[in-house]
């Protein structure tokens, strides 16, 4: 095609004095602007189930979403505005606590590999009487390979803002700018905030909870706002910056919404009132609400600075619902699903995930490349791990040669396609207790999906495994274990070979500690 600096040259020759210049100032700008990295954020929401939303993720026979009771008590409209915008998922999996899906989007990898199988406890090994002892409750570590760090190494400027449990009080790893972040705000080895309101210093003030404080936001202390409300300030303060610099950025805003305590957000409050729900469920929605206006904030932000059409935002919660409805393996919570956070039913691992340009621009090089389906719902199983390879390539970087990655590039699926290179599956190790489910792992793989019980429970019928057609039966009500054994015995097969695979640890027996795998029917 020739070289494109001679062929405006020649279309110029007339050109009053100072033309060329302007000409290949053009020139510069567009170059610079076609060869620079798209912003990524994203927008994790703790303990925020599949149904915890008014935007409709589960679907019908056809396919079609569909929307279910719970759909209609909560209000997130930046939700659905981002989802009109982009494509949602269906079946999207995360593990079922938080601490493992915090580090399988930051590493690529499954939490059976990665070995921080449970979420850490800040104080004390919680690995449980009969858990692995050498199960990572150290969790990531300065040094250790992590998609902020490898994104400060192609050019971004990184910031985590929110809950990080990445490593108990006592590690390094509690501190998020010591694993590849620039920036770190409000995040430390807790789980849970001591108390959403400012007022209450976010929990320093609690005699109950001061161990629980939110740092790094003492500028907020005594003031009439709110625990979400202070993160979205932060966060738009440090995109700002950035876009003024002229730098592209890894934005990882982790609300500590919507996890307990229960504390309404009395901006919405009024909205719930006459719902019918009991009260700590009416709070549960105020911090739904909040955190939706958080995202439609940040939304506002990214077009009043003029990058929303490079930036990328992709939304999703850590692990299943723990809202304040029902039991934990019953259909209540994330009905019509069964069961919440923690458990091995659908509800305790599907979670909302909606990805989107934060302005649909098709002529922008950032969105050729990376085409996203407005208004699509994708069917196609993924995970927390497949952020990992997705944002490193679409960041043109990748991870090193010695880390193994279990995630799959999401390109495809983003585009409203099937990819059949893909596999239809997903692996959810936890061998600790005692918890909602204790000890046990579960393996989805095409319609079907074992779940293996280390121990005999009342929760597991006194049987080591449960077995369900997710394409016939995707509420898991019809336990197939006893009726369909060559189907039981070729998924537990894939089970057993997968964690193998990702070089998992197992429980151990009371009396010899010896470990515990799967026993093949």
């Keep these: 095609m020739g070289d494109p600096q001679r062929g405006l040259l020649f279309m110029l020759p007339q050109a009053r004095p100072g033309a060329f210049l302007v000409a290949f100032f053009l020139l510069g700008f567009s170059l610079t602007a076609a060869a620079s990295k798209p912003n990524l954020v994203v927008f994790?929401?703790?303990?925020?189930?599949?149904?915890?939303?008014?935007?409709?993720?589960?679907?019908?026979?056809?396919?079609?979403?569909?929307?279910?009771?719970?759909?209609?008590?909560?209000?997130?409209?930046?939700?659905?505005?981002?989802?009109?915008?982009?494509?949602?998922?269906?079946?999207?999996?995360?593990?079922?606590?938080?601490?493992?899906?915090?580090?399988?989007?930051?590493?690529?990898?499954?939490?059976?590999?990665?070995?921080?199988?449970?979420?850490?406890?800040?104080?004390?090994?919680?690995?449980?009487?009969?858990?692995?002892?050498?199960?990572?409750?150290?969790?990531?570590?300065?040094?250790?390979?992590?998609?902020?760090?490898?994104?400060?190494?192609?050019?971004?400027?990184?910031?985590?803002?929110?809950?990080?449990?990445?490593?108990?009080?006592?590690?390094?790893?509690?501190?998020?700018?010591?694993?590849?972040?620039?920036?770190?705000?409000?995040?430390?080895?807790?789980?849970?905030?001591?108390?959403?309101?400012?007022?209450?210093?976010?929990?320093?003030?609690?005699?109950?909870?001061?161990?629980?404080?939110?740092?790094?936001?003492?500028?907020?202390?005594?003031?009439?706002?709110?625990?979400?409300?202070?993160?979205t300030l932060e966060a738009k303060d440090l995109v700002s910056a950035a876009a003024k610099q002229g730098q592209p950025f890894f934005l990882h805003l982790a609300h500590y919404a919507v996890h307990s305590p229960f504390e309404s957000d009395p901006r919405f409050a009024a909205h719930y009132q006459d719902s019918g729900k009991p009260a700590n469920a009416q709070a549960f929605a105020t911090l739904v609400e909040g955190m939706d206006k958080s995202l439609g904030d940040l939304l506002n932000h990214l077009e009043a600075l003029g990058i929303a059409e490079d930036t990328l935002v992709v939304f999703l919660g850590d692990n299943g619902s723990d809202a304040p409805l029902g039991h934990e393996h019953a259909v209540a919570c994330a009905a019509p699903l069964r069961g919440k956070k923690g458990s091995h039913y659908e509800g305790g691992m599907r979670v909302p995930f909606i990805a989107a340009w934060a302005k649909p621009d098709p002529a922008n090089p950032h969105q050729r490349r990376l085409p996203i389906a407005a208004g699509a719902l994708q069917t196609q199983t993924a995970a927390v791990m497949d952020l990992f390879p997705t944002l490193l390539a679409l960041a043109e970087a990748r991870a090193p040669a010695g880390h193994p990655v279990d995630g799959f590039r999401l390109d495809r699926l983003l585009s409203g396609q099937t990819d059949s290179t893909r596999p239809e599956s997903f692996l959810m190790h936890y061998p600790h207790g005692p918890h909602r489910t204790s000890y046990w792992t579960s393996f989805r793989e095409g319609p079907w999906k074992v779940i293996y019980h280390y121990f005999p429970t009342a929760v597991s019928g006194g049987s080591h495994y449960q077995l369900f057609h997710l394409g016939n039966d995707p509420f898991e009500q019809a336990d197939l274990a006893a009726t369909e054994p060559a189907a039981l015995r070729r998924m537990m097969t894939a089970l057993s070979d997968q964690l193998e695979h990702h070089q998992a640890l197992y429980p151990v027996s009371a009396d010899t500690r010896a470990p515990q795998r799967p026993k093949i029917p």
């Design 44 to 231: 994790l929401v703790d303990d925020l189930g599949v149904m915890d939303t008014s935007v409709p993720f589960i679907t019908d026979p056809s396919g079609r979403a569909q929307r279910q009771p719970l759909n209609h008590f909560y209000r997130t409209p930046a939700m659905e505005r981002l989802a009109a915008r982009g494509v949602r998922f269906n079946n999207f999996c995360a593990m079922s606590v938080c601490s493992p899906t915090r580090i399988a989007i930051l590493t690529g990898q499954n939490a059976a590999r990665h070995h921080a199988t449970n979420w850490i406890n800040p104080d004390t090994d919680n690995a449980g009487t009969q858990g692995p002892s050498a199960w990572n409750w150290r969790g990531l570590k300065p040094g250790d390979v992590t998609l902020p760090g490898l994104l400060r190494d192609a050019g971004y400027r990184t910031f985590h803002v929110g809950k990080g449990h990445f490593g108990p009080r006592a590690a390094a790893g509690a501190d998020p700018a010591k694993l590849g972040f620039d920036v770190n705000i409000a995040g430390a080895a807790i789980g849970a905030p001591g108390s959403y309101f400012a007022r209450q210093d976010f929990g320093k003030k609690s005699t109950k909870r001061a161990s629980h404080a939110v740092p790094q936001l003492e500028k907020y202390h005594g003031q009439d706002l709110f625990l979400t409300e202070a993160l």
